[in-house]
């Protein structure tokens, strides 16, 4: 039985601190939450948003908490007591944010919206005189369309954004010059998730299919095609596994039980791009998964408001696939 989590308003995004003892969860409200993954118990909130938070992100040794929120500002928290450690204020709402892996440099993007362009922006916090007069380092102009989703990629070199368009960019995080862009999705691209290693990264698409992409050449390896928008794609981090939650068409009105909520996580094989399971629950369009680290649970966050903590049960270890 999941342990269930639950917000006041839909979930935008969840995210596991690196150990995955904690879950971050933030939703169309103002509020960031942190849980115990173990039993779902809230352990606090970060309190000062004013606007629906989009993103949220906790560095490598879970010391400090960074969300960007439509309230046009990206927050950096101290994750154990709460505090509100810097605020920095943008033109339009931010839509993604992230820490490198030292944790000293974060960058987060901007929406196109009321006449502002989409930007990139990275700050580097040992230099608080950056945070102070909220000038970055760089600044990253993004003409053609803005970025829907966006992550370091390995070693803090390089981040991997996608597009409105469906395009893949990379940008080098030094010179801010697009090293790599692909175009291998037809519509917007909702998510993108590293593997445990950061040699590959799963993106998640409108155009109804999750793709499976190198993180240094973004060469494409796999696609995992489904009848409806992907929201968001997560890999597991010791099985070929990937998990994917999405929406729904409103033609597949439910003949099920109405009980059980019929939105439903899908789970397909990395290499075989077969889907071989389904978890119902959701009363609405998942839009937030993530794996737990260690690779025996996971986690999804809905329009309904909740995140379902799921533990996989001994038949998920033992399952082998009969090629």
Partial sequence: KPILLQHERSITQIKYNREGDLLFTVAKDPIVNVWYSVNGERLGTYMGHTGAVWCVDADWDTKHVLTGSADNSCRLWDCETGKQLALLKTNSAVRTCGFDFGGNIIMFSTDKQMGYQCFVSFFDLRDP?????????????????????????????????????????????????????????????????????????????????????????????????????????????????VVLGGGQEAMDVTTTSTRIGKFEARFFHLAFEEEFGRVKGH?????????????????????????????????????????
């Fill in 129 to 241: 005189s950056q945070i102070d007069s909220n000038e970055p380092y760089m600044k990253i102009p993004c003409n053609d369309s803005k970025i829907t989703s966006a992550v370091w990629g390995p070693l803090g070199e390089c981040i991997i954004a996608g597009h409105e368009s469906g395009e893949l960019n990379q940008y080098s995080a030094k010179s801010g010059e697009v090293l790599v862009n692909v175009k291998e999705h037809s519509r917007q691209i909702n998510d993108i998730q590293l593997s445990r290693d950061m040699t590959m990264f799963v993106t998640a698409s409108k155009d109804n299919t999750a793709k499976l992409f190198d993180s240094t050449t973004l060469e494409h390896q796999k696609t995992f095609r489904t009848e409806r928008p992907v929201n968001s794609a997560a890999l597991s981090p010791n099985y070929d596994h």
């Fill in 283 to 323: 009363f609405g369009p998942i839009n937030s998964v993530a794996f737990h680290p260690d690779g025996k649970s996971y986690s999804s966050g809905g329009e309904d408001g909740y995140v379902r903590i799921h533990y996989f049960d001994p038949q998920y270890f033992e399952f082998e696939f009969e090629a």
